[in-house]
């Protein structure tokens, strides 16, 4: 049987088997839906909407989907295709993104900033360097780390050949591979279960050649090579230089290193999906229609969206964003209590903030700050003697820094943007063969604190939780 999927305006058919879940068939199709929850019917995001022999709806989808059922929409990880069908998808694109003047990448090199949910990459064209970010394949089996360890059990395959086959499309001779520790070890095949229980230990360090391609050394089981390139790419071009500071890479692990006198301590806390949009019932990705930041104008919040067109949903620094203005509102309370059930952020009511939403990064900032208090214990100061945080990464790229102290999510000290890092650091890599030893030197100096060991984390984070 046959199965049409249509997205941008581009139709692509492919042959199934009866039973064949949508998100599956249209993964085939090379359309990549949103599966916060791994496909389990939970999150509700994989939305498509269709036509054809599918499966009828069980009560869960139904729950879910409620009259949007009445309109064709299913839920892709639930609907069976069991004749022909023809499902319509609203797809995320590719996009080019800059890379800084003075990043450049020789030709025959691919540099891959190998994300959970986008896959940067850097390469030359006709002896320009250029930038593209594309969706990671992978997010047909959840939007974090810990979903794609348990995906690994059964798929680590496809899970592996799906991320080739994506960068198959862009020829080079080498890569430059620099990723967290999960997509490091499924990039090159190796089981990564061990990284998901305790004690939580990566035996696979890297920092060496898989065949073609370099993978960046790796500080732990949640430290990876992402932080390792961001940081040298940092410092090697003098942007942290003898201050106290702090490295932070916030996403679905607020990846962490102290700088202090000389030494480098790094943790990483599990914040929860609620950075990267997921989990946040108007939660999305940072892509078009999503609320990134907002402000106050005679007590109202007034939100901005990235793109052209109306708010659709809430990504990650939308959140910080959004409670922190509504804390200066007075709308949120000190302890986190939204006054009432939901608050809209747009004139149709469309696009709104649960409790559940602000309890979610309550929970989220307390990890990340606990990981920082410990760290400075570590170090025996305290965070007000953090001179700079550097931010990296998109999320870092796209926070409101004031916003982020209004809601505790960082300390109030100076704050320094530094992009893509973990990128620009792979791309220093391919252009010069004495960068390979320098940056083992630094991931072998960076001591990792494991923060599930620390008896006094849970008493921090409890701590933290108040804005
Ligand atoms: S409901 Fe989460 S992927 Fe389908």
Not at 393 to 412: D, M, S, W, Y
Request: with cysteine.
């Amino acid at each position: 049987m046959t199965v049409t999927v249509l997205t941008d305006g581009k139709s692509v058919s492919v042959e199934c088997e009866s039973g064949e879940r949508l998100l599956d068939v249209c993964a085939r199709a090379g359309v990549l839906l949103c599966a916060d929850c791994g496909g389990v019917g939970v999150c509700g995001k994989c939305r498509v909407r269709c036509t054809g022999g599918l499966s009828p709806a069980d009560e869960e989808e139904i729950s879910h989907l409620k009259s949007e059922i009445d309109i064709g929409i299913r839920l892709a990880c639930k609907a069976k295709v069991v004749s022909d069908a023809c499902v319509f998808v609203l797809q995320q694109k590719a996009e080019d993104i800059e890379i800084p003047n003075g990043v450049t990448v020789p030709n025959g090199v691919l540099c891959v900033d190998l994300g959970t949910s986008n896959i940067c990459l850097a390469y030359s064209e006709n002896g320009v360097t250029k930038g593209r970010s594309l969706v990671n394949p992978q997010c047909i089996y959840g939007s974090d780390v810990i979903s794609r360890i348990c995906a690994s059990k059964d798929h680590l395959s496809a899970l592996n050949s799906s991320v080739d086959i994506l960068l198959s499309d862009f020829k080079a001779d080498k890569r430059i591979i620099s990723g967290n520790t999960v997509m490091q070890y499924i990039y090159c095949g190796i089981d990564p279960l061990p990284l998901g229980r305790s004690p939580y230990t990566n035996d696979e360090k890297f920092g060496k050649w898989y065949g073609d391609d370099y993978m960046l050394p790796c500080i732990g089981a949640f430290v990876g090579g992402d932080v390792v390139s961001g940081l040298y790419y940092a410092l090697e071009n003098g942007m942290i230089d003898g201050e106290t500071s702090l490295y932070l890479d916030v996403g679905t692990n607020g990846e962490t290193v102290l700088i202090h006198n000389g030494q480098m301590t790094a943790c990483a806390a599990a914040a929860g999906p609620c950075f990267e949009g997921a989990g946040i019932e108007c939660g999305m990705k940072a892509s078009d229609g999503a609320i990134y930041s907002c402000s106050v104008s005679n007590g109202e919040i007034k939100c901005s969206s990235l793109g052209q067109g109306k708010a659709k949903g809430i990504c990650g620094t939308g959140l910080v964003s959004i409670a922190a203005c509504l804390l200066d509102i007075g709308q949120i309370t000190d302890t986190g209590l939204l006054k009432d059930q939901v608050y809209s952020l747009c004139p149709d009511g469309s696009v709104y903030i649960t409790r559940h939403d602000v309890r979610a990064l309550q929970s989220a900032k307390a990890a990340i700050r606990a990981g920082i208090e410990i760290l400075c214990k570590k170090a025996s100061i305290t965070p007000d003697m953090i001179q700079t945080v550097y931010l990296a990464g998109a999320f870092g790229e796209k926070l409101n820094t004031l916003h982020a102290v209004r809601t505790g999510l960082i300390p109030n000290v100076k704050t320094v943007k530094l992009g893509n890092s973990s990128l620009y650091g792979a791309c220093m890599l391919s252009s010069d063969s004495s960068h390979f030893p320098k940056i083992k030197a630094l991931a072998d100096k960076i001591r990792y604190i494991e923060l599930s060991d620390e008896e006094q984390f849970d008493e921090i984070y409890l701590s933290s939780m108040a804005f």
